[in-house]
Each structure stands twice: as structure tokens, then as C-alpha cells.
């Protein structure tokens, strides 16, 4: 019903930057709220930073607050990720997530995941 697939991750050295994508297939973005999490290697899963779809509106974590920027293409139905001042310790495996805040398909946490993309940043 939801699919969500993120693109763009890959290796870079500290410092540097990487712009990830989650194409959305969605039928309707009525009240929808995506999110960017990311999973290190025996970490738990951590959230990254959300986005409301129809105003805009962001929350970050404070661990990438100030170097990434979450944002979304309403005219091609993505959501995107720009991880500027990467540092090794950003180095996860990242998803693409959704929900919707209200309506028939409301959730009240974030149940649409997709693959997730590889990020390894090198010092």
C-alpha cells in the first residue's frame, strides 16, 4: 500500500557531504508526517528528523541539527535528506519512515519503513 525507497547513500570521508532520497508511493498525503532514522551497528535505531508534508515544518535530533536539512518535492513525491559535515559517527544505515497523524490510516508511531541506504562516512 506505502512503499517507500531511499537512494544516495554511500561512502565519503569526514567532512563531506551526501544526499539521500526516499521516492514515496503514497495515495494520499493528507496529514502525513516522514521521518529519516538511522541504525548503527549494535546501536539501537534512532530517529534523525521528521517533517510535516503539507507545511513543512521540521524537527531534528540534536546529534545532526545544524548539518542536515530534511526536506520534500511535492512535485515529486520525495523526501530528501542533505547531510552536510559528516562525521564517522553518522555512519548507519538510514530509513525512509511514515505515518500519517490522522484519518483512517492515522498511526500514532511510524509504521511505513522502507530498505534503508548505506552511509559510512571515514575518518
Known amino acids: 500500500q506505502v512503499q517507500l525507497e531511499e537512494s544516495g547513500g554511500g561512502l565519503v570521508q569526514a567532512g563531506g557531504s551526501l544526499r539521500l532520497s526516499c521516492a514515496a508511493s503514497i495515495r494520499t498525503f493528507s496529514s502525513l508526517r516522514m521521518a529519516w532514522f538511522r541504525q548503527a551497528p549494535g546501536k539501537e535505531r534512532e530517529f534523525v528528523a521528521s517533517?510535516?508534508?503539507?507545511?513543512?515544518?521540521?524537527v531534528y535530533a540534536g546529534s545532526v541539527k545544524g548539518r542536515f536539512t530534511i526536506s520534500r518535492d511535492n512535485a515529486k513525491n520525495t523526501l530528501d535528506l542533505q547531510m552536510n559535515s559528516l562525521k564517522p559517527e553518522d555512519t548507519a544505515i538510514y530509513y525512509c519512515a511514515a505515518r500519517f497523524s490522522s484519518g483512517i490510516y492515522y498511526q500514532e508511531q511510524y509504521g511505513y519503513w522502507g530498505q534503508g541506504t548505506q552511509v559510512t562516512v571515514s575518518s
Open positions: 517533517i510535516t508534508w503539507s507545511t513543512g515544518t521540521t
